[in-house]
């Protein structure tokens, strides 16, 4: 089993619609994230969370929310999704206390926004 | 702000070459340097990192350096082969505990045989 999982994989909405993206680690990690890819920009953080109390704004936060019900689950919500946040969404974790700090990611969420 | 790039954006190359991928970043104050493979419409696959205290790394027909004085980390895959075909993303991990990465845009790697 994968030890970080996203549902749902791919999503079809309309715009004005709300929509919240699921991810849940094995890994035991405290650490997770939320990017979008969008072609020719690379990854961009919108959310990241360094324990249940702990929630930080990324770079593109705007227009998202984000729950962290558990060590293991980080939700990503869009209040009123657009077409601009077409984009493939990835949720990775990471431990600083670990010997290494290596980001482990999701197989990522495909949103397109009509 | 940190600031990462990636020469070239893309590159193709026939089976068997060894070849570099370059990542630049602008500020040196980085805990680590991470290299990513991401297949189409996949997730990133860590490939190597190097903390801040160390030069380079290995595995397999990869090794990755690093130079913080210069800002620059290099990749250099040795007998290409077209299973290599990907693109590969450099990430520059933040100083202390909010560590955070700054990600390249990439460079798209097309291995013909």
């Known amino acids: 089993d994968a030890d970080v999982t996203q549902t749902p994989r791919n999503r079809i909405t309309k715009t004005g619609k709300r929509i919240m993206l699921e991810c849940s680690q094995t890994k035991g990690h405290d650490r997770m994230y939320w990017y979008r890819q969008d072609p020719g920009l690379g990854l961009r953080l919108i959310y990241y969370?360094?324990?249940?109390?702990?929630?930080n704004k990324g770079e593109i936060s705007d227009g998202y929310s984000v729950s962290r019900q558990a060590q293991a689950k980080f939700s990503l919500s869009l209040e009123s999704a657009i077409p601009n946040q077409t984009a493939l969404y990835f949720c990775?974790?990471?431990?600083?206390?670990?010997?290494?700090?290596?980001?482990?990611f999701g197989p990522g969420t495909r949103l397109t926004v009509l | 702000k940190q600031e990462v790039t990636q020469i070239p954006a893309a590159l193709s190359v026939p089976e068997g070459e060894n070849l570099v991928l370059n990542c630049s970043f602008t500020?040196?104050?980085?805990?680590?340097l991470q290299w990513f493979r991401q297949d189409p419409g996949k997730g990133l696959t860590s490939l190597l990192l190097?903390?801040?205290?160390?030069r380079e790394q290995t595995s397999g027909r990869l090794n990755a350096s690093l130079d913080k004085s210069s800002g620059r980390s290099t990749l250099y895959i040795a007998a290409s082969q077209p299973g290599d075909s990907a693109t590969y993303l450099c990430a520059a991990g933040g100083r202390g505990g909010s560590y955070i990465p700054t990600f390249g845009r990439g460079t798209s790697l097309i291995v013909h045989p």
């Open positions: 990775a974790t990471s431990d600083l206390q670990g010997p290494t700090d290596t980001q482990y």
């Open positions: 500020d040196s104050a980085i805990y680590n």
């Open positions: 190097i903390q801040s205290s160390q």
């Open positions: 969370s360094f324990d249940v109390k702990d929630i």
